[in-house]
């Protein structure tokens, strides 16, 4: 498929998937209050006495009052981690949603995948330890070479740093298109994948992603900063990321998995 191909398919994918993108919306709201929850509660545990008070009218303004009983911060602590736990679980599952829309995407499937929990969140669990490969080994490599040489380390780092970026999104694909681990963290193979898509299209759809995730969060973050001093509960924002994320969260898989069905590899 040619660049504006994936990028007008991608932009219709949610439009005509509206159930699916409402669901993914719900979710992503929740995460973000379980989110909000835990780190509030979280937070409690690292204030002195003389602070608590004040945290303890920050948190009934965010309707968190009932995380406070005479056992206060013990039991504010305990909300916080469940709550973090929770958001993280649904991440997990969200991710995972969105690497069976790649698959569906290379797969060239207009449909939308069915919600699977356990696979789903085993998925994400893989992503988040692929994530960390890619990004543990050209930080490593650059630290090193830092302690060599300033320049020779700047250089080859940010050469690396460069490869193994796009080399995850492969990855991403990898694990999609073959639900193997193993095939997702072959990074010679991952690298390889760059070329037999087209390092063009690869970069093009990438710019496209970013640029709109940047363009969203700066009129998110202008939307916020409007509301803050408002005053209260502010739960306008949430809703608004939940509704900007949710798009860009179809958007950006789906084009994903678009731009690998071009794998030379496997046409």
Do not use: W
């Not at 602590?77 to 969105?98: E, R, W």
Request: charged share 10%.
């Amino acid at each position: 498929m040619e660049i504006t191909e994936i990028i007008k398919d991608a932009a219709m994918y949610p439009l005509n998937h509206k159930k699916e993108l409402l669901i993914v919306m719900a979710i992503d709201l929740i995460i973000t209050i379980f989110g909000i929850l835990g780190n509030m509660n979280l937070h409690s545990l690292q204030t002195d006495a003389a602070n608590y008070l004040l945290n303890v009218a920050d948190m009934i303004n965010l309707g968190g009052a009932y995380a406070l009983t005479n056992n206060g911060i013990g039991e504010a602590g305990l909300i916080g981690i469940i709550g973090l736990i929770i958001a993280y679980i649904i991440s997990f599952l969200l991710i995972g949603y969105g690497i069976d829309i790649v698959k569906l995407g290379i797969q060239k499937d207009d449909a939308v995948p069915e919600i699977n929990p356990k696979g789903q969140i085993i998925n994400g669990i893989k992503i988040f330890i692929i994530n960390f490969i890619y990004v543990i080994i050209p930080t490593l490599v650059m630290i090193v070479l830092l302690q060599v040489n300033v320049i020779l380390g700047a250089i080859v780092g940010l050469i690396l740093i460069i490869s193994f970026m796009f080399g995850l999104l492969m990855a991403q694909c990898r694990l999609a298109n073959t639900g193997s681990l193993g095939a997702a963290l072959n990074i010679p193979e991952a690298l390889k994948d760059i070329n037999n898509v087209g390092i063009v299209k690869v970069l093009a759809v990438s710019i496209v992603l970013f640029v709109l995730a940047f363009i969203l969060d700066k009129i998110l973050l202008v939307i916020a900063n409007i509301l803050g001093p408002m005053g209260g509960i502010n739960f306008i924002s949430p809703i608004l990321a939940a509704i900007c994320t949710g798009y860009l969260f179809f958007f950006a898989y789906r084009a994903i998995g678009l731009m690998y069905a071009d794998n030379d590899a496997y046409s």
